[in-house]
Every structure is written in C-alpha cells, then in structure tokens.
C-alpha cells in the first residue's frame, strides 16, 4: 500500500496563492482532489504520464497541476475564493497503464484510476 504525503495547506484570504506539495514515489498518473464537509470528494486537477493535463471548470485558469524529476507533484492555487476551503488530497497511480484511462476519468471515475492517496492537508480562504 503507498502512502503519500501532502503539504502547504494553510489560511489565505481570498485573492490570494497557496502552492501544495505531494511526495508521490514513482507514480505514473497523478491528480488533486478536495473534499468540503458534509460533500463528497471532487476532481481538481488531472495529469497523465505524457504530462497531459485535466481540470475541474471551476479551477480552470487558477489552479496547474505539475511534477518535478524527483517524484513530488505540485497544485499552485491563485485567486483562491472562500467556496475553495476544502481538506485537499493528491493521488497517484503507481502502474503505467493508468494512461490508458480517458482524462475526464482522472476526475470522475478516481477510483478506477488512481491506487494512492494522502491524507490530505486543510485550505481555508476567508
């Protein structure tokens, strides 16, 4: 079972920029969620092993999904509003065949596609 690591969460006021971070540990697919309370988990952002990229409308020119060489992966959030406080999560797949999956997948259908989560990290915007 893999585990991974969030970090970067914190308080913001609104217009403003938070950058989280996953340690993600050899991972092929990669992907950001959030979950408001009393909600269900939703897709934010979406990436495949070719560096392919999905978003969440709602997110959508504010918030990029991205990785570095050494297996962290990364969610810049600008002009974070207060309907964006959430517990956020990042996801993985350690398996190459998780490309295979259709982009919207990424967000819609996660547990088709993604095997790894972290614990999340809480993102409050006043």
């Known amino acids: 079972h893999v585990q991974l690591v969030e970090s970067g969460g914190g308080s913001v006021q609104a217009g403003g920029s938070l950058r989280l971070s996953c340690v993600t540990r050899?991972?092929?697919?990669l992907g950001w969620f959030r979950q408001a309370p009393g909600e269900e988990r939703v897709g934010i952002a979406g990436m495949r092993g070719n560096g392919r990229t999905v978003y969440a409308d709602f997110v959508k020119g504010r918030f990029t999904i991205s990785k570095d060489n050494i297996n962290n992966m990364y969610l810049q959030m600008d002009n974070l509003k207060p309907e964006d406080t959430a517990r956020y999560f990042c996801a993985a797949a350690t398996y190459r065949a998780c490309d295979n999956n259709r982009l919207d997948q990424f967000l819609e259908e996660h547990a088709n596609v993604f095997n790894a989560w972290g614990h999340g990290t809480q993102v409050t915007v006043s």
């Open positions: 050899s991972s092929y697919c």
